[in-house]
């Protein structure tokens, strides 16, 4: 590692002693979701038994899902106040980007109708016809 620029020493036998993991490193994807699994539960989100990187949070009047890959967050819920609250509480902490409504996800295409919410794979089935036709 080197020096980050502005910091100078005379002594090449010196190091850096880290204060947060360097992104790239091992530990650094574990103790970015421990970190944020120990966010999501203080602001009163309930983590899945059977999928861990599943949470919940009910209220009376609401129900707010929240289902997190690598560093990729799902966010979906009855009531567009509390997704606004969550998106701005995760932006304060982690300084979030929003990319709007869900388009694609892992292989799947999803999209909105006045029916209801609809999942392709279309891309998916095919890449695996065009790997068949060129065997």
Known sequence: MNLPPGITTKNINQVCRLTKSLYGLKQASKQWYEKLTSFLRNISFTQSSVDNPFFIRKTESSFV?????????????????????????????????????LKYFLGLEIS?????????????ALDILAQIQEC
């Open 65 to 101: 899902a929240l289902l997190v890959y690598v560093d990729d967050i799902i966010l979906a819920g009855n009531c567009m106040n509390d997704i606004k609250e969550i998106k701005n509480q995760l932006h304060a902490m982690f300084k979030i980007k929003d990319l709007g409504q």
């Open 112 to 124: 909105r109708t006045h029916e209801g919410i609809h999942v392709y794979q279309r891309k998916y």
